[in-house]
């Protein structure tokens, strides 16, 4: 099945600038499916907020509600359950452009910021836990920074050849005993007070 990308535009960059938002799509991320019930309790919010904020990440093609083939699953104190899912199996968007523009500026900035602590507070969360997790996966854990002198069209190689052996895993089928892994990666110029 091809991978559903999703090119952030202006006014689905303007929509997912809200934490509530962002929260939502991680947890979908992670979770794969949602009530807006388990969604709420979560996030500790009211349903009412949160299938708002949902019905407005919808409205730009970030998640979806779907039916959940369990009937049982639906039903609450009698109520259909709704349940929502990611719509995408990636979220793009060029920040260099958006941070360019007057309108766009704000945004953008809150969102990668926004995404950075988060990837902060996951490995943060590693390092706190790792101790509680099995040696096997102490084991499997890797962190890594670099240093390497490149030109820009060697950087865009590098990156592109790390997001394609990301890629290839993606689509392996997961092994016995697999779980969901967090990889965080960065390519970018240090910055050594030296710009062209």
């Given at each position: 099945m091809p991978e559903r990308r999703l090119?952030?535009?202006?006014?689905?960059?303007?929509?997912?600038?809200?934490?509530?938002?962002?929260?939502?799509?991680?947890?979908?991320?992670?979770?794969?499916?949602?009530?807006?019930?388990s969604l709420a309790e979560e996030l500790g919010e009211t349903t009412g907020a949160t299938s708002y904020h949902l019905r407005q990440l919808a409205r730009h093609g970030f998640v979806e509600e779907f039916d959940d083939e369990d009937p049982d699953a639906h039903r609450s104190a009698g109520r259909r359950q709704r349940w929502w899912r990611m719509a995408v199996d990636q979220i793009h968007m060029t920040g260099f452009e958006f941070m360019q523009n007057d309108?766009?500026?704000?945004?953008?900035?809150?969102?990668?910021?926004?995404?950075?602590?988060?990837?902060?507070?996951?490995?943060?969360?590693?390092?706190?836990?790792?101790?509680?997790?099995?040696?096997?996966?102490?084991?499997?854990?890797?962190?890594?920074?670099?240093?390497?002198?490149?030109?820009?069209?060697?950087?865009?190689?590098?990156?592109?050849?790390?997001?394609?052996?990301?890629a290839r895993y993606h689509d392996m089928k997961p092994g016995r005993g697999a779980r969901t892994v967090d990889v965080q990666y960065a390519v970018f110029p240090a910055d050594t007070g030296d710009r062209p």
């Open positions: 090119e952030m535009d202006a006014p689905s960059l303007k929509a997912l600038a809200h934490p509530m938002r962002v929260q939502i799509l991680r947890i979908l991320q992670l979770r794969k499916r949602a009530s807006v019930t309108d766009t500026r704000e945004a953008v900035g809150f969102l990668l910021r926004e995404f950075q602590a988060d990837r902060n507070r996951r490995l943060a969360n590693w390092f706190a836990t790792a101790p509680l997790w099995p040696v096997a996966w102490q084991k499997a854990s890797s962190d890594l920074d670099a240093n390497l002198e490149l030109n820009a069209t060697q950087t865009r190689a590098l990156a592109d050849e790390i997001a394609a052996v990301i």
